[in-house]
C-alpha cells in the first residue's frame, strides 16, 4: 500500500508559479506511475500530468502542456508538479495519485490518491 501526502498549494497572482510536492510512504513507490489530477468546484476531476516510474515518460493534458512540467525523485519517494504561467482557470484542488501502469488518464485507473491541495490562481 501506498500513502500518498500533497504540498505546496496556495494562492498567487495570475502569471506566478507555484511547485506541488507529493511524497509517498512505502518501499514501492518506485514501481507506480504518478499522476496528478485536479478538480474545481462543480466539476469533474480531470487528468493534468503522469510520469512514469523511472521519469522515462512524462504526458501532459492539453490544458497545461507547455506550462506544468512533473518529475519525481524515488530516493526521496516524491513527485513534484512545477507550475508557470498560472491562470485562473487552474483554479482547483490538485491530488497526486499512483497507478501501476504508465499514461492513463482516468481516474479509476488509478489505485491511491492523496487528500489533496488547494490552488487559487487570482486574476
Known amino acids: 500500500q501506498v500513502q500518498l501526502v500533497e504540498s505546496g498549494g496556495g494562492l498567487v497572482q495570475a502569471g506566478g508559479s507555484l511547485r506541488l510536492s507529493c511524497v509517498g510512504s512505502g518501499r514501492t513507490f518506485s514501481r507506480y506511475s504518478m499522476g496528478w489530477f485536479r478538480q474545481a468546484p462543480g466539476k469533474e476531476r480531470e487528468f493534468v500530468a503522469v510520469v512514469s516510474w523511472n521519469a522515462g515518460g512524462t504526458s501532459y493534458a492539453d490544458s497545461v502542456k507547455g506550462r506544468f512540467t512533473i518529475s519525481r525523485d524515488n530516493a526521496k519517494n516524491t513527485v513534484y508538479l512545477e507550475m508557470a504561467s498560472l491562470k485562473p482557470e487552474d483554479t482547483a484542488v490538485y491530488y497526486c495519485?499512483?497507478?501501476?501502469?504508465?499514461?492513463?488518464?482516468?481516474?479509476?485507473?488509478?489505485?491511491?490518491w492523496g487528500q489533496g491541495t488547494q490552488v487559487t490562481v487570482s486574476s
Open positions: 495519485a499512483a497507478d501501476l501502469n504508465y499514461g492513463r488518464r482516468r481516474v479509476g485507473d488509478y489505485v491511491y
